[in-house]
């Protein structure tokens, strides 16, 4: 539940008002199988206790639909031709309140619900006794579970225009809704509209973002609206102003969608769904506090200024990280304490429990391994390729940062570090998400580290985000993130990679194998199982399955190496081969990740079907193969279609630190741009630069090419 609608834990009765857009279609007839929907979530939340209230619009443009039609039936093809005035919007309202609540009728006792009407003008509200009889029949009604049905009586009110009463009297269905929120003492107030809530702009603008929660201290003069109802009196603006009058009388407000399926069970389940409005609102959400996409944005004018750095500034920020890491040490020890303890006492896993902990000699680690990045060969500018294209025309293949990463990871602190030190080592701007089990150890992290960065710079350079919640909007933002790389488990990787179309490096499983082959060593077999096995049962990069050679089978190989992984507590599950031979349980499947000191054990006849296996089962990320057979072990190493494939050495030296790239941001299994571990080539990505001395192609009448390789020196 987002901690913003908390709140609805509490909230029994709840007012709901459709308006002419949800009601009608394009074409200004009732929509029907919209309203079966909305009207299903609405029995739903009856049968469960809710005091349901609705209020309507669309009678309008209903009746005015039905009285064209039946206007042109009646007339004839000579009146037709003459010019056709405009239709008196009074007798329209009483035609269509009387087919709307017909159809409003026959849908609610389809789903076996009473519903009564309430029609109301705006100078009824002016009698306190009329205001007192509401009350009481209201209050009737739902003790009777029957759904009282609202709308203004349009056919017999005294206005000719909508205006806005001073005194509080209603001037639309909205402003209706958000008095009737008020009079009878609703918790909730839900306006479904035919958009997704409140927008920074017009929602047709790809600019304009979702306001997820309105603070009227920062939102009221920086929204700019759009266009009024496409069909009835009110617009966005009108919402706003209704929803901020029933909120800060004390009746929260959700502006949501009632085009989007079960959107008001959703608003009810406190999911962030639409705009809220809430008088306490401004405490939740501080006023000066940025969004995502401002956030993004940030980040990326951050990463163009750091881009603007000679390369020893920029070794100096890391340098000055480094020694700012130590320097906190005993604050981040403190920090990181409170996290440990608070996800001992909540019960989590003692492996998470584990990857939560910062000790002084890891800090150090850390902060000797950010010195390391400094160090390495500048990676930003480098000349990849350089040719002349023709006399006195050079082009140059050049690296250059992506710009904007954002990364999404599950319980490690000091991946926050290397993450940080790689996108400042490559030029690129950084959002950061962590686990909410790290909250604090983050926190003082990331305050850390950001404090390193010159003014020059920034410390926008790296955001970091606090609420899960945030991901969604940030997902969006494909014109500013080029990047997205998920840490974490195969549910947090799958998730986001269905959610997003910016590019998503990283893979969903680490299903590693190790292959003991017939010519293996075995006593070197059974330290390279073990330690992929057991050094780091949790990792991505642990064997999490065993495939041994059925010659071993005869020998007493696979017995030897069971009887060691189970003196160091491995809990071991047989594949269709094994069962029999071993008395263990029978693997469910091949393709599972245990992240624990478990795994599968299969036979297989030989290189081949090892291979095979590991391509049917598998997720591309590191196999290993333990031999003595160079041509085996060659076969295996070029066959093997995975990230990393190791010949007589374990899979746990898939790691960017193990393998020299100062730092990971993560392992990837794709075959796009970055595969394996992702150091900062990975962060990286190409530009073209020409130089030129007044060339013109002019239908490449004057032009000579020569395309000529060129030594990739700086210059010319």
């Known amino acids: 539940m987002d901690p913003t609608r908390a709140f609805v834990k509490n909230v029994k009765r709840v007012v709901v008002k459709v308006g002419t857009a949800v009601v009608t279609r394009d074409d200004g007839r009732l929509a029907v199988g919209r309203l079966g929907a909305i009207f299903e979530q609405l029995e739903k939340l009856n049968s469960r206790g809710f005091e349901i209230i609705l209020v309507t619009s669309g009678a309008v443009g209903a009746g005015r639909q039905r009285l064209k039609y039946r206007k042109m039936i009646n007339s004839s093809f000579a009146d037709l031709q003459k ?56 209050d009737s009604l739902l003790d009777l579970r029957s759904i009282p049905i609202f709308n203004e009586n349009d056919a017999i009110s005294t206005r000719r225009a909508p205006y806005e009463d001073s005194s509080g009297i209603f001037w639309d269905n909205d402003s209706l809704a958000a008095l009737l929120a008020m009079e009878l003492k609703a918790d909730l107030l839900v306006l479904l509209s035919d958009v997704n809530g409140l927008y920074s702009g017009p929602p047709t603008d790809p600019r304009s973002k979702l306001i997820h929660t309105y603070v009227k ?33 004390g009746t929260p407000v959700v502006i949501a969608s ?73 604050f981040i020890v403190l920090e990181n304490d409170a996290d440990v303890e608070a996800a001992s006492d909540a019960g989590y896993d003692e492996a998470l429990v584990a990857r939560l902990a910062l000790k002084p000699s890891k800090i150090r680690a850390l902060a000797e391994s950010v010195r390391r990045l400094a160090e390495m060969e500048e990676p930003i500018g480098q000349v990849l390729k350089r040719t002349e294209l023709a006399e006195g ?13 954002l990364i999404v990871f599950e319980s490690r602190p000091d991946a926050l570090v290397q993450i940080a030190s790689l996108a400042i080592r490559s030029g690129n701007g950084l959002l950061l998400k962590g686990g909410k ?70 893979h969903s499983d680490g299903i590693c194998h190790v292959y003991v082959d017939k010519a293996a060593n075995l006593e070197m077999a059974k330290k390279i199982v073990l330690d ?25 190989g696979l017995q030897e190496l069971v009887k060691e992984l189970e003196k160091e507590g491995v809990t071991l599950f047989s594949g269709p081969r094994v069962n029999g031979v071993v008395s263990f349980s029978k693997a469910n499947t091949f393709h599972h990740e245990y992240n624990s000191k478990a795994c599968t054990i299969e036979i297989v006849n030989n290189v081949d079907e090892a291979i095979e296996h590991i391509h049917s089962y598998g997720s591309s990320h590191t196999e290993c193969i333990v ?40 392992i990837s299994t794709s075959k796009i741009h970055a595969r394996g571990p992702v150091g900062v080539e990975g962060l990286l990505t190409t530009r073209w630069v020409l130089r030129g001395k007044g060339q013109v192609v002019e239908g490449d009448k004057g032009v000579v090419y020569t395309h000529k390789e060129l030594l990739t020196s700086n210059g010319y």
């Not at 995502?292 to 004018?301: C, G, I, T």
Request: glycine fraction near 8%; include cysteine.
């Open 83 to 138: 010019p056709q005035g405009e239709l008196d919007g009074k007798a329209c309202a009483a035609v269509g309140q009387n087919g709307l609540m017909a159809l409003y009728d026959t849908l609610f006792s389809q789903l076996d619900v009473t519903s009564s009407q309430l029609l109301v003008t705006d100078n009824d509200f002016k009698n306190e006794d009329f205001r007192e009889q509401l009350c009481q029949t209201v």
């Open 217 to 249: 201290q920062k939102h009221q003069k920086t929204i700019s609206f759009g266009d009024k109802s496409r069909m009835g009196r009110g617009g966005m603006d009108a919402k706003v102003k209704a929803a901020s009058n029933a909120a800060y009388s």
């Open 258 to 330: 009632g085009f989007a399926p079960n959107n008001i069970i959703k608003v009810l389940n406190g999911e962030r769904v639409g705009t809220l409005f809430h008088k306490d609102a401004h405490m939740w959400i501080p006023v000066t506090e940025i969004g995502p996409h401002e956030m993004a944005v940030s980040a990326r004018e951050a990463s163009r200024r750091l881009q603007g750095l000679t390369s020893e500034e920029r070794k100096k920020i890391l340098l000055d990280v480094a020694a700012a890491l130590e320097a906190n040490e005993q």
């Open 393 to 405: 025309l050079v082009l140059e293949k050049k690296s250059c940062p992506l710009g904007v990463l």
């Open 437 to 506: 089990e790290a909250k604090r150890s983050n926190a003082i992290l990331h305050k850390v580290i950001t404090s390193a960065l010159p003014e020059t710079v920034g410390t926008k350079l790296i955001g970091l985000l606090t609420s899960r919640e945030e991901i969604p909007d940030l997902l969006k933002l494909d014109d500013v993130i080029d990047l997205v790389i998920p840490r974490g488990s195969n549910k947090l990787v799958s998730q986001i990679k269905s959610s997003t179309k910016i590019p998503v490096l990283g």
């Open 532 to 556: 992929a096995k057991t050094d780091y049962p949790a990792a991505c990069n642990a064997m999490e399955t065993l495939l041994i050679h059925k010659d071993l089978l005869a020998s007493g």
């Open 627 to 666: 031999t003595d057979n160079h041509d085996v072990a060659e076969h295996f190493l070029s066959r093997v279609d995975s990230a990393a494939v190791f010949h007589n050495a374990s899979t746990r030296f898939c790691d960017g630190a193990r393998f020299g790239l100062g730092a990971e941001v993560g």
